[in-house]
């Protein structure tokens, strides 16, 4: 039985704030593009797989209660390794410059790419951007902070302090060959050397700036053009912000968190609001003014206007993306009942209840409802 705790160096019950930290650094540890142990690759399964049950608590749950049998029960789904998954696991490689489930796929064979190239093309980052439901309305420009893999400044990616080395086990092609003698003839197959790991060449003396490993990872901070009228789960992408390769790099994808606001909600261009307005105005009609993005605007009331009551005014709503349109302006008028009447306002109510002679009319209602039983 696999100890998922002890993978990740941890005692049983940890919080699932201890298991992330574990995590990220045990996945730092044993990537292998990173790492210079001879089972990296395992481990770093071994970690994956760990924190993929830690980290779900139904998973978790099942797996303290039942151990390995927690596979058989209702729920358990195995995380697979795709695009479009959007979870811790992606977010964690993200940070380390490592790609997401897309490069792990590719890294363990399911891409047809070896891991040679995948460094050389750099990957992608995600990160959040915050910003406020102006700031989204009317566009603004915001500073955004997140961690980089770049190459090193030293040995410009190579991990090594002066010249490589030829590898002596594959003479430099990054691969060896097998031969099997079998009843059946003779078969060959070809593996990636494990002295150079695919790279045909070794460092003999690492670089002392980014020991060996040829990257490091920076702090990067960026000023961010944010455009009006985008919304919330929306991206923008920044081509070539993203970890950098030895031959290029990726782009940063930034996810938009739009904040909500206290008056105005958003449906995609359009805004609703309510606002109160008072007996006499929904029976004598009015002209009142309400809030607009762009401040206030006069809206008529028509007399005898019912609560609930929705008004259309058309274009002041928000800019739509790539377009100089916008969306319309919703608002809903909520009759504001009197409270505490004084005598004078009682008796006129009273008055206005004669005229209108609601109980009579209610009264027609029941009687024709009754007179069907």
């Given at each position: 039985m696999t100890d998922y705790y002890a993978v990740l160096g941890l005692k049983k019950g940890a919080s699932l704030e201890e298991i992330k930290r574990a995590y990220k650094e045990h996945a730092k540890k044993f990537h292998p593009d990173v790492s210079k142990e001879h089972d990296a690759e395992k481990k770093f399964k071994e970690v994956n797989e760990a924190y993929s049950v830690l980290n779900d608590p139904e998973k978790k749950e099942n797996y303290d209660k039942y151990g390995d049998s927690y596979k058989g029960f209702e729920g358990y789904k195995?995380?697979?390794?795709?695009?479009?998954?959007?979870?811790?696991?992606?977010?964690?490689?993200s940070q380390f410059g490592f790609g997401g489930f897309s490069d792990l796929n590719e890294m363990f064979g399911g891409g047809g790419r070896?891991?040679?190239?995948?460094?050389?093309?750099?990957?992608?980052?995600?990160?959040?951007?915050?910003?406020?439901?102006n700031e989204a309305v009317f566009?603004?420009?915001?500073?955004?902070?997140?961690?980089?893999?770049?190459?090193?400044?030293?040995?410009?990616?190579?991990?090594?302090?002066?010249?490589?080395?030829t590898c002596s086990t594959c003479k430099g092609r990054g691969h060896v060959l097998h031969q099997q003698r079998t009843p059946f003839g003779v078969f060959q197959t070809q593996a990636v050397c494990h002295t150079c790991r695919g790279k045909g060449?070794?460092?003999?003396?690492?670089?002392?700036h980014c020991n060996g490993n040829g990257f490091i990872s920076n702090k990067t901070k960026l000023s961010v053009k944010i455009p009006a009228g985008i919304d919330n789960g929306n991206h923008l992408r920044l081509e070539g912000k993203g970890n950098e390769g030895m031959h290029g790099a990726g782009d940063l994808f930034i996810v938009i968190m739009v904040e909500a606001h206290d008056v105005f909600k958003r449906d995609e261009s359009d805004v609703y609001a309510e606002i109160p307005i008072s007996f006499t105005e929904s029976a004598l009609g009015a002209q009142v003014e309400v809030p607009t993005l762009n401040g206030k605007a006069d809206l008529k009331i028509p007399s005898g206007t019912q609560t609930g009551t929705i008004f259309k005014?058309?274009?002041?709503?928000?800019?739509?993306?790539?377009?100089?349109?916008?969306?319309?302006?919703?608002?809903?008028?909520?009759?504001?009942?009197?409270?505490?009447?004084?005598?004078?306002?009682?008796?006129?109510?009273?008055?206005?209840?004669?005229?209108?002679?609601?109980?009579?009319?209610?009264?027609?209602?029941?009687?024709?409802?009754?007179g069907k039983f």
């Open positions: 195995q995380q697979g390794f795709g695009q479009g998954t959007d979870s811790d696991f992606e977010d964690i490689f070896g891991r040679g190239q995948r460094k050389d093309n750099g990957s992608n980052i995600k990160a959040e951007l915050h910003i406020t439901f566009g603004a420009t915001k500073d955004i902070s997140y961690e980089r893999i770049q190459k090193c400044e030293k040995c410009d990616g190579s991990g090594a302090e002066g010249e490589l080395k060449q070794i460092v003999e003396k690492e670089c002392k005014i058309k274009g002041k709503g928000i800019k739509r993306l790539n377009s100089e349109s916008f969306g319309d302006e919703y608002v809903k008028v909520i009759v504001d009942t009197p409270k505490n009447l004084s005598k004078k306002q009682k008796e006129l109510l009273e008055e206005l209840e004669k005229e209108t002679q609601s109980a009579k009319k209610r009264k027609g209602i029941f009687e024709k409802i009754l």
